[in-house]
């Protein structure tokens, strides 16, 4: 596992450059149903017509998602991994990121959603995450909402943004779910109302953080084809699933696009203790 480890630090000091540059906000989508935010203390967000569904702490804990429990240790760990993000994030000016993977059942949905929390509880920040696996969509079940319509009922069905996204009940979070699978994946994510999309998310709130949970790179062409519309990605590994060699052609087929940072998923290292009291 070392060499996986090995590997995964690697990417990150090879320099890769940064090939976005902020785009310009096109006309024409939909708002997210959120007001505005005003003035520079932490933001009042009213879901004026977004769908809350709650999701409660024994759900969280159950799908996993330890980030939405206070004095949870993995909820620190979560915390690390967000502040790390954010820091290398804000330096750049990076809005949206990809959190992609090797091949499948990797992490990437477990750690997109705790991330997307961790980050929510961040006062000055907003977060949006959408479910871009759309062959394997899976982001409704980890917070166990109803994904309809979701995205493609926004991309394909001319529905407002705002009532494709659902709030979980957690302040500053809302997410773009899918809940139809679909085959020709790479072009529907590469349509242009998926393009506009993507550039009005990225530059309506300069507070908002999107998360984009990608397929694996190594078994579809999804996360190569929409990575340029990405500012940055996050590379999940899992232990004792990942191979070296995959890691590392995945870090090749990224070259040119910003990786800041990887996660080493199932890591055999002890499990960390809630630091307090
Ligand atoms: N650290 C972990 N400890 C225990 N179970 C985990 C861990 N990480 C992921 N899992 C479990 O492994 C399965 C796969 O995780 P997840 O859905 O996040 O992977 P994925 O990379 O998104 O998969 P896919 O490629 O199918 O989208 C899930 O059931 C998840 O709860
Ligand atoms: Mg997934």
Not at 21 to 43: C, D, E, M, V, W
Not at 131 to 159: A, I, K, Q
Not at 219 to 240: N, P, Q, R, W, Y
Request: charged share 25%; with cysteine; hydrophobic share 35%.
């Amino acid at each position: 596992m070392e060499k996986i480890q090995k590997a995964l630090e690697k990417s990150l000091g090879s320099g890769q450059t940064d090939p976005s540059s902020p785009a310009k906000r096109p006309a024409g989508l939909n708002g997210t149903g959120r007001q505005p935010a005003t003035g520079t203390g932490s933001l009042d967000i009213a879901y004026t017509s977004t769908r809350v569904t709650p999701v409660h702490d024994q759900k969280l804990e159950r799908h996993r998602l330890m980030a939405g429990i206070e004095r949870h240790a993995l909820s620190d760990t979560f915390r690390m991994l967000r502040t790390r993000v954010l820091n290398r994030m804000e330096a750049s000016d990076y809005r949206t990121i990809g959190i992609a993977s090797s091949v499948g059942q990797e992490g990437k949905t477990l750690v997109a959603s705790n991330l997307a929390i961790s980050l929510a509880k961040v006062l000055t920040r907003t977060v949006l995450l959408v479910d871009l696996d759309l062959r394997s969509p899976s982001v409704h079940t980890y917070f166990g909402v109803d994904p309809e319509p979701g995205l493609l009922g926004f991309l394909n069905n001319g529905l407002e943004l705002s009532q494709c996204l659902v709030n979980p009940g957690i302040e500053r979070l809302v997410l773009l779910p899918n809940g139809r699978p679909v085959h020709n994946s790479s072009e529907v994510i590469t349509m242009p109302r998926m393009l506009q999309l993507s550039k009005e998310l990225r530059d309506t709130y300069k507070d908002r953080i999107v998360i984009y949970d990608l397929p694996p790179v190594l078994l579809t062409d999804d996360a190569l084809a929409f990575m340029k519309h990405i500012d940055c990605c996050l590379l999940v590994a899992s232990e004792g699933r990942t191979k070296e060699d995959q890691v590392k052609k995945t870090i090749s087929l990224l070259q040119g696009y910003p990786l800041i940072g990887s996660v080493l998923n199932r890591s055999s290292e002890t499990m960390p203790r809630y630091y307090g009291r």
